[in-house]
T-cell receptor, first 115, second 114 residues
Framework: DGGITQSPKYLFRKEGQNVTLSCEQN?????MYWYRQDPGQGLRLIYY???????QKGDIAEGYSVSREKKESFPLTVTSAQKNPTAFYLC??????????????FGPGTRLLVL | AQSVTQLGSHVSVSEGALVLLRCNYS??????LFWYVQYPNQGLQLLLK??????LVKGINGFEAEFKKSETSFHLTKPSAHMSDAAEYFC????????????FGKGTLLTMNP
């Protein structure tokens, strides 16, 4: 069954702690994305990656880091530099078709809470 | 730069009534337009999309949307609402071509009158 999985569903972070959110896809998609969702603000792009070993900053990358060592995996680390990390985090992926990005498909999300 | 405005952060309808969720966009090039639905504590599910061709697009669950270039709009409609339609709906725009970026509206929460 193809899809995008995110884990954990809920994550708690203590002050000064780095935490890592997992995102895996078995859709053979080339591109992967991380979004942050806050109530009433829609989705904002944190990072994206179009190919393995390459990624670019989105609109709100400060305090976050990513890696893309495998095509199917795109983990997001929320560092201690991110002062307001409480949010719902969504991972997405899409395929290239010729030169064009196709539709983005989303995982079920991870809710990050600060203790 | 592209942007999306969803008019009305909250819309409430009765079961069987028409659903109309408004979306206006700005884009410097021909846009690709999307509607996604989100149920509580879940990810986003694609409802429908417009890329090129026919301007009236039909999606899942009886929803449809019409691309009107002159009005820069892509409103979402459903003739008869069902209780299961209660959710948050997001409109998104992507500039055509290889541009990666989806720009989302702030969302419209659809609730059903009891």
């Amino acid at each position: 069954d193809g899809g995008i999985t995110q884990s954990p569903k809920y994550l708690f972070r203590k002050e000064g702690q780095n935490v890592t959110l997992s995102c895996e896809q078995n859709l053979n998609h080339d591109a992967m994305y991380w979004y942050r969702q806050d109530p009433g603000q829609g989705l904002r792009l944190i990072y994206y990656s179009q190919i393995v070993n390459d990624f670019q900053k989105g609109d709100i990358a400060e305090g976050y880091s990513v890696s893309r060592e495998k095509k199917e995996s795109f983990p997001l680390t929320v560092t201690s530099a991110q002062k307001n990390p409480t949010a719902f985090y969504l991972c997405a992926s899409s395929m290239f078709k010729g030169l064009y990005q196709e539709t983005q498909y989303f995982g079920p999300g991870t809710r990050l809470l600060v203790l | 730069a592209q942007s999306v405005t969803q008019l009305g952060s909250h819309v409430s309808v009765s079961e069987g009534a028409l659903v109309l969720l408004r979306c206006n966009y700005s884009s410097s090039v021909p846009p690709y337009l999307f509607w996604y639905v989100q149920y509580p504590n879940q990810g986003l599910q694609l409802l429908l999309k417009y890329t090129t061709g026919a301007t009236l697009v039909k999606g899942i669950n009886g929803f449809e949307a019409e691309f009107k270039k002159s009005e820069t709009s892509f409103h979402l409609t459903k003739p008869s609402a069902h209780m299961s339609d209660a959710a948050e709906y997001f409109c998104a725009v992507r500039s055509g071509g290889s541009n990666y970026k989806l720009t989302f509206g702030k969302g419209t929460l659809l609730t059903m009158n009891p």
